[in-house]
């Protein structure tokens, strides 16, 4: 026996989630509305495919999106983000995602939520997740948020209609200050005594940068190349789980691999370079800014998270950050960021005040698209606990 639950398939710029209507699952005790998410995009699965659910089998393509009606008068929606692990049953729901973000504009004009006003219609977002807001204007005609149009971003195959969002006041999305630690740069003491420089910033999601050439890597190189340098990888996550212990949100490094796997995000930067894209393009050095390379739930990011872009953007500017050493001073404040499947251009805005540095604004554009509308299926077995892989917590 399976249960209908009313769900939304839907790619926003290089993510892909399912998307459900608050008042769906408000019904559904949290561990009940986790065993959904996980049902619906086939978590967990050992040999790392999700074959049993919506899931890509990475993390751009395992997500979960809550959009409700918001009850302030200064947002018109709220927006929860869950990153689903593929290989366990864990959701995390620490930060948020740039990408999907793209998508909850359109979800919510499509699904009633919120009225569409042509040619564009504003919507005010609040981010559950990180006590943000940001505003998506999504084009929009006969009563429905607009796919099609002109404007193209790397890792996606088609062009589709321009969404612009808008994020005033976006660091220290943990409730802190742009730089957390109060340093530009610091250093990192690893478990086998070696000392790296790191540049911790917060700003929509709490990001730890290192430079690709301490770590004698090429951050040249695409996600397979990456992933399959497994010293390089244990690297980068202890740097990321001892990031999470600077910034409060463990004790122990441990908690940090296992429990915080979505944040802090850690990035290899590098200076502008020549390369090929996944897509085979050539990417000049003169056309971007500076390399990064972004790891999501241990892996390496086939394109770049938007919420990593933003704050890589932001970080280009603040003097002293890793990411600012290795980037092209330009006068301009849109920050070209290039990334496996080519590059993005992201406005960022900083200011110094006092001794410390303030995000102003970070502006980017998307596309979005609504893929598949209906409902998921979920085996009575998540509904009631009796899931196949193993004891779930209590409700209470």
Same mark, same amino acid.
């Given at each position: 026996?399976?249960?209908?639950?009313?769900?939304?398939?839907?790619?926003?710029?290089?993510?892909?989630?399912?998307?459900?209507?608050?008042?769906?699952?408000?019904?559904?005790?949290?561990?009940?509305?986790?065993?959904?998410?996980?049902?619906?995009?086939?978590?967990?699965?050992?040999?790392?495919?999700?074959?049993?659910?919506?899931?890509?089998?990475?993390?751009?393509?395992?997500?979960?999106?809550?959009?409700?009606?918001?009850?302030?008068?200064?947002?018109?929606?709220?927006?929860?983000?869950?990153?689903?692990?593929?290989?366990?049953?864990?959701?995390?729901?620490?930060?948020?995602?740039?990408?999907?973000?793209?998508?909850?504009?359109?979800?919510?004009?499509?699904?009633?939520?919120?009225?569409?006003?042509?040619?564009?219609?504003?919507?005010?977002?609040?981010?559950?997740?990180?006590?943000?807001?940001?505003?998506?204007?999504?084009?929009?005609?006969?009563?429905?948020?607009?796919?099609?149009?002109?404007?193209?971003?790397?890792?996606?195959?088609?062009?589709?209609?321009?969404?612009?969002?808008?994020?005033?006041?976006?660091?220290?999305?943990?409730?802190?200050?742009?730089?957390?630690?109060?340093?530009?740069?610091?250093?990192?003491?690893?478990?086998?005594?070696?000392?790296?420089?790191?540049?911790?910033?917060? $700003? @929509?999601?709490?990001?730890?940068? &290192?430079?690709? #050439?301490?770590? %004698?890597?090429? =951050? !040249? +190189?695409?996600?397979?190349?990456?992933?399959?340098?497994?010293?390089?990888?244990?690297?980068?996550?202890?740097?990321?789980?001892?990031?999470?212990?600077?910034?409060?949100?463990?004790?122990?490094?441990?908690?940090?691999?296992?429990?915080?796997?979505?944040?802090?995000?850690?990035?290899?930067?590098?200076?502008?370079?020549?390369?090929?894209?996944?897509?085979?393009?050539?990417?000049?050095?003169?056309?971007?800014?500076?390399?990064?390379?972004?790891?999501?739930?241990?892996?390496?990011?086939?394109?770049?998270?938007?919420?990593?872009?933003?704050?890589?953007?932001? $970080? @280009?500017?603040?003097?002293?950050? &890793?990411?600012? #050493?290795?980037? %092209?001073?330009? =006068? !301009? +404040?849109?920050?070209?960021?290039?990334?496996?499947?080519?590059?993005?251009?992201?406005?960022?805005?900083?200011?110094?005040?006092?001794?410390?540095?303030?995000?102003?604004?970070?502006?980017?554009?998307?596309?979005?698209?609504?893929?598949?509308?209906?409902?998921?299926?979920?085996?009575?077995?998540?509904?009631?606990?009796?899931?196949?892989?193993?004891?779930?917590?209590?409700?209470?």
């Amino acid at each position: 026996m399976q249960t209908k639950i009313p769900a939304v398939f839907m790619r926003g710029g290089t993510s892909r989630a399912v998307c459900f209507r608050e008042d769906v699952l408000a019904p559904h005790p949290p561990s009940v509305r986790d065993r959904i998410i996980l049902a619906a995009l086939g978590s967990p699965d050992v040999h790392g495919r999700q074959i049993d659910g919506l899931g890509g089998g990475i993390s751009s393509l395992s997500k979960v999106v809550i959009v409700g009606r918001s009850p302030q008068s200064d947002s018109d929606v709220t927006f929860t983000f869950g990153q689903v692990d593929v290989r366990t049953p864990h959701i995390d729901w620490s930060g948020t995602c740039g990408n999907m973000s793209a998508a909850v504009g359109p979800f919510a004009i499509d699904e009633g939520i919120v009225p569409a006003v042509e040619p564009v219609t504003t919507v005010r977002v609040f981010s559950t997740n990180t006590g943000k807001r940001y505003v998506a204007r999504v084009p929009v005609c006969a009563g429905q948020a607009v796919v099609e149009g002109e404007y193209m971003i790397d890792g996606v195959p088609a062009p589709g209609a321009c969404i612009t969002l808008e994020y005033p006041d976006p660091g220290g999305s943990l409730g802190g200050e742009l730089l957390p630690t109060g340093l530009p740069r610091q250093q990192c003491e690893l478990a086998d005594s070696r000392v790296v420089t790191i540049s911790v910033v917060d $700003a @929509a999601i709490p990001t730890v940068f &290192v430079r690709a #050439e301490e770590l %004698r890597a090429d =951050a !040249t +190189q695409l996600a397979p190349a990456l992933d399959a340098e497994s010293a390089l990888q244990q690297t980068l996550e202890e740097i990321r789980c001892r990031s999470a212990i600077l910034l409060g949100l463990t004790p122990s490094l441990e908690e940090a691999h296992e429990k915080f796997q979505h944040t802090p995000k850690v990035v290899l930067v590098a200076p502008p370079a020549t390369y090929l894209a996944s897509s085979g393009k050539r990417v000049e050095a003169e056309s971007i800014d500076l390399l990064a390379r972004a790891i999501s739930m241990r892996n390496t990011h086939r394109t770049v998270p938007g919420t990593v872009a933003m704050c890589t953007a932001l $970080a @280009a500017q603040v003097e002293g950050t &890793v990411v600012h #050493e290795v980037a %092209r001073q330009v =006068a !301009t +404040q849109d920050i070209r960021i290039g990334h496996p499947a080519g590059f993005m251009e992201v406005g960022a805005t900083v200011s110094r005040r006092g001794r410390g540095w303030y995000a102003e604004r970070v502006t980017t554009k998307r596309t979005a698209r609504r893929i598949m509308e209906g409902a998921v299926l979920v085996p009575q077995k998540y509904l009631d606990g009796t899931v196949w892989f193993g004891a779930e917590k209590s409700d209470a």
